[in-house]
């Protein structure tokens, strides 16, 4: 119950500085009503909760999980088995990252404004969930080289500098109206569920493994 409260208390501080900063700039600055703040804090206070008890449950769950099963896999040496479960692993996570299902429903809809797919519903849903399919197959490959470089060994930078290089030349070939959407959809994929759940299988995986260095690594995959 003590980890619970520090979890709130620790939340709260979190996001203090947002609604200071965004209740500062509507009262002062833009010049509006006070009862037009009584949405925002209780949407903070929503979004609060939400994460408190989000984190609470993958830091005892789901954390200890990922990084036994990685340790399990890797002690038993089933390489194939550890690959795919990293896919998984990848592929899951991200598709249920929330700031991604968010984005991605706002380029739908903004493409449905725009005129790049039809203006309804069944329009727009499938091509938010195009997207997260898309980015969570990249996350669940990622994920998998991340694997392979911790089980082989090899430099973390050439493989991060190669990654970079490849994204930066397809962005010249990709069509102008998907570019931002995807840096964008990139970015958010790195948020409160696929962190942690993919540092756990990462530290886990590198401690298991007889001469590997969970501190060098361990990190590096996100």
Do not use: H
């Amino acid at each position: 119950m003590a980890g619970l409260w520090r979890m709130i208390l620790r939340t709260l501080r979190d996001l203090a500085p947002v609604v200071f900063v965004i209740v500062f700039f509507q009262v002062f600055l833009a010049d509006q009503p006070i009862a037009r703040l009584l949405p925002l804090l209780e949407g903070a206070l929503l979004v609060a909760g939400g994460l408190m008890f989000l984190v609470y449950g993958l830091e005892l769950a789901l954390f200890p999980l990922g990084e036994a099963l990685a340790y399990a896999l890797a002690q038993k040496g089933k390489v194939l088995w550890l690959v795919g479960f990293a896919f998984l692993l990848g592929f899951g996570m991200t598709f249920a990252e929330p700031a991604l299902t968010a984005v991605a429903g706002e380029a739908a809809n903004t493409a449905a404004l725009a005129g790049a797919i039809d203006d309804s519903q069944v329009a727009r849903s499938q091509y938010s969930l195009g997207l997260r399919l898309t980015v969570a197959a990249g996350v669940g490959a990622a994920l998998v080289l991340g694997v392979i470089r911790i089980v082989l060994g090899g430099p973390l930078p050439a493989l991060v500098l190669g990654g970079w290089v490849i994204v930066t030349a397809l962005a010249f070939f990709a069509p102008a109206d998907v570019v931002g959407i995807a840096y964008d959809l990139g970015g958010v994929t790195s948020s409160v569920i696929t962190v942690p759940l993919a540092t756990a299988l990462c530290i886990g995986l590198a401690s298991s493994l007889s001469g590997r260095n969970p501190m060098i690594e361990g990190f590096g995959a996100i």
